[in-house]
């Protein structure tokens, strides 16, 4: 069975940095691209950032590009995002995405970005 | 970049009835195109993926139909469980856009 679990969120003042991660179990981590999603408080879905496997390959939406910097280790099955430079308006539920498009999600962690 | 464009924004149906959602892509994406199920408070649950492919455990109820820009999810006959917002999002290439999402209620 698929697993992902995301943690490293929290509340976090404006300009500051925080580093989420997802742990992978239940399939070959190294075989699929990942992704990161987010939801803002009553608002629709945002993709944010897709690694390749190899993580040779990064993308990102525009709207985190230059702040947000995703990365895995693909030894330890695990994806990260880093986040710097957060704003009010990346408060949102952050969640970590196998194959976006075609795979599972996991239940995600909530970023706080207030002072 | 390609925007992902999706009608209506909300409806209300009556149980049984046959509902229709559709999205459409500024490009042509051929058929990437995925379709969620999101229930309040509740993490995305992908429905259908390259367009038309049920995921597996989805009610038959549930299909997505098209190809190139133009795309349709229908519920041939709505439950009251089937009440959640619905996104598209496209998937060929970064960047993978949602589309805004469709609020299904029960009339």
């Known amino acids: 069975e698929v697993q992902l679990v995301e943690s490293g969120g929290g509340l976090v003042q404006p300009g500051g940095s925080l580093r989420l991660s997802c742990a992978a179990s239940g399939f070959t981590f190294s075989n699929y691209d990942m992704s990161w999603v987010r939801q803002a408080p009553g608002k629709g879905l945002e993709w944010a950032s897709t690694i390749t496997t190899s993580g040779a390959g990064t993308y990102s939406a525009d709207s985190v590009k230059g702040r947000f910097t995703i990365s895995r280790d693909n030894s330890k099955n695990t994806l990260f995002l880093q986040m710097n430079s957060l704003r009010a308006e990346d408060t949102a539920v952050y969640y970590c995405a196998k194959d976006l498009g075609q795979g599972e999600w996991g239940r995600g962690t909530l970023v706080t970005v207030s002072s | ?107």
Not at chain 2, 1 to 17: E, R, W
Not at chain 2, 24 to 53: D, E, F, H
Not at chain 2, 61 to 90: H, M, N, W
């Open chain 2, 1 to 107: 970049d390609i925007q992902m464009t999706q009608s209506p924004s909300s409806l209300s149906a009556s149980v049984g009835d046959r509902v229709t959602i559709t999205c459409r892509a500024s490009q042509g994406i051929s058929n990437y195109l995925a379709w969620y199920q999101q229930k309040p408070g509740k993490v995305p649950k992908l429905l259908i993926y390259v367009a038309s492919t049920l995921q597996s455990g989805v009610p038959s109820r549930f299909s997505g139909s098209g190809s190139g820009t133009d795309f349709t999810l229908t519920i041939s006959s709505l439950q009251p469980e089937d009440v959640a917002t619905y996104y598209c999002q496209k998937y060929n290439s970064a960047p993978l856009t949602f589309g805004g999402g469709t609020k299904v209620e029960i009339k």
